[in-house]
């Protein structure tokens, strides 16, 4: 043997032992491929339905939209329609209907006060006879 096979030798068992080396991770990461591949096969035979149950959400949801829309439709003419009266109220009874408040508010202060008024002269009458009363008690 000389000196040129002795060096292919030590070359080709240098290759073999870098290929042993360089196997083992190889092998490991087709397994963890492997496993990937199941894993995301899982998640898809479990996403499927989640995927059609989220459709049927969103159909749900938006059938829930429509009504609030005609809902707050028919809230917006009644509200309209509300202030179409109240416009026509003012309009032809609100007028009147403040003078007479203020007409009826008028009478109840007058009689209140002449009320008042005629309460404060009996007192007064009242304190004044008690007052001569006890006058002649005392002279007598």
Same mark, same amino acid.
């Given at each position: 043997?000389?000196?040129?096979e002795?060096a ?10 870098l290929?042993?080396?360089i196997?083992?991770p190889?092998?490991?990461l087709g397994?963890?491929v492997?496993e ?9 035979a479990?996403a499927?339905p989640?995927?059609g149950d ?6 749900? *949801?938006?059938a829930q939209?429509?009504r ?6 028919h809230t917006?003419?009644v509200?309209?329609n509300v202030a ?10 609100g ?5 007479v408040?203020?007409?009826?508010y008028? *009478?109840?202060k007058?009689?209140?006060v002449?009320r008042k008024?005629?309460?404060t002269?009996?007192v007064k009458?009242e304190m ?5 009363s006890?006058?002649h008690?005392?002279?007598?």
């Open positions: 043997m000389s000196g040129g002795i292919a030798l030590v070359a080709s068992g240098g290759f073999v032992v290929v042993l080396v196997a083992v190889i092998l490991k397994r963890t492997d990937t591949t199941r894993l995301v096969a899982g998640m898809n479990r499927t989640l995927i989220l459709g049927d959400t969103v159909k749900h *949801v938006n939209l429509e609030v829309d005609t809902i707050t439709a917006q003419a509200t309209s179409a009266f109240t416009s026509l109220f003012v309009a032809t009874l007028g009147p209907v403040v003078k408040a203020a007409f009826t008028g *009478v109840r007058a009689a209140a002449r008024g005629e309460v002269r009996r009458q004044k006879a008690d007052h001569h006890s006058r008690r005392r002279r007598s």
